[in-house]
């Protein structure tokens, strides 16, 4: 049986890596024209372990993929410092995704044990399946890739430095769900809370900038985006039964936007503003609630300035929908219920 495993992972292998392992690393390099120091830096950038100098692991696909890359930076297009951080974000993003395909492919086996156990129906079965996820993944990279571009072009300012609302909105009381939930219930729970805030902010015309279990950050371009953003969600997961009480914070004004993440202090205050919300409740920065308070469907409280990390005398103000009664909430209190990460 062991033989069998061993006959059908190297089939897998060789078609996901599209052929055999034929090259050391220095043979690699020689192929491609490549000097060694550039492309260890390159290989150690996607996430990729260091090998022994005489392992023969790299293929003819290695070889192409390399000397693309060092004809992309000898034309100039690709500046050496930007390559090495455009490789190490590629790495990150894409080795999640990985990880998560081949979980996917291991349910499959395992719900058809026969399939593993023949070599060649395995093999059958990846070939058909890779090109499949090859073009699906190409179509929405080039969708998203339109999409920005779009928005880029339209600006007439600086295409990393932009004014955006920045938002985070958490499960409430998650660290304690998941002491006393079974996995399945916790994997139900993270499923729904994704699904939730994808639909959400794609709704809104807004993006993810990242998941981090419990929590989402979120960035839109407008202040009534962001907010519709957060009091939907607050909404939708107040009307499930199988989700926890969601709270939220956002701020408004300069980021800077760099390989799909954002920074600036604004990012660190819609933070600190979602440690100090109650459960159900939308935390804005001044700034952004005196961006809010000149549009119709919406009201802010301002609430006494607090002291959390960072910020001595934060302002903030409570958001709601107009038409919501206003209930007396209590103020925070001077720090946040739980930290952030």
């Not at 069998?4 to 992972?9: G, I, N, T, V």
């Not at 985006?225 to 701020?251: F, H, V, Y």
């Not at 609630?289 to 607090?306: I, K, N, Q, W």
């Amino acid at each position: 049986m062991t033989d069998e495993l061993d006959a059908a992972q190297r089939r897998v292998e060789q078609v996901l890596l599209g052929g055999d392992r034929l090259y050391t690393r220095q043979e690699t390099c020689d192929k491609a024209g490549v000097s060694l120091a550039r492309a260890e830096g390159l290989w150690r950038a996607l996430g990729f372990a260091t090998v022994p100098d005489d392992a023969v692991v790299f293929t003819a696909a290695d070889v192409e993929a390399l000397r693309a890359t060092d004809e992309l930076m000898s034309a100039g297009i690709l500046e050496p410092d930007l390559t090495i951080a455009t490789a190490r974000m590629l790495g990150q993003h894409l080795s999640r995704l990985a990880e998560w395909q081949v979980d996917l492919l291991r349910d499959v086996l395992t719900a058809n044990p026969e399939l593993a156990a023949d070599e060649r129906a395995l093999g059958r079965f990846v070939e058909g399946l890779v090109p499949a996820l090859e073009r699906i993944q190409n179509h929405a990279w080039r969708r998203h890739l339109a999409a920005f571009a779009g928005r880029a072009l339209a600006r007439s300012d600086e295409l990393e430095s932009v004014s955006e609302v920045v938002g985070f909105a958490d499960m409430v009381g998650f660290t304690t769900f998941t002491r006393r939930s079974n996995e399945a219930e916790l994997v139900s729970v993270v499923d729904k809370f994704d699904a939730l805030t994808a639909e959400v902010v794609a709704d809104n015309r807004g993006r993810i900038v990242k998941m981090l279990g419990d929590e989402v950050m979120f960035v839109a371009d407008s202040p009534a985006q962001g907010a519709e953003i957060a009091l939907t969600m607050l909404e939708r997961a107040d009307a499930d039964p199988d989700l926890p009480s969601l709270r939220a914070g956002m701020a408004y004004g300069y980021v800077v936007n760099r390989f799909g993440d954002v920074y600036g202090s604004v990012v660190n205050i819609a933070a600190r503003l979602t440690s100090v919300a109650r459960p159900g409740t939308v935390m804005v920065s001044r700034e952004l609630a005196d961006e809010l308070a000149e549009l119709g469907p919406y009201t802010v409280r301002h609430r006494r300035p607090v002291s959390v990390r960072g910020f001595s005398r934060l302002r903030l103000s409570v958001l709601r929908r107009s038409d919501e009664e206003v209930p007396s909430i209590p103020l925070v209190p001077d720090t946040p219920r739980r930290g952030r990460r």
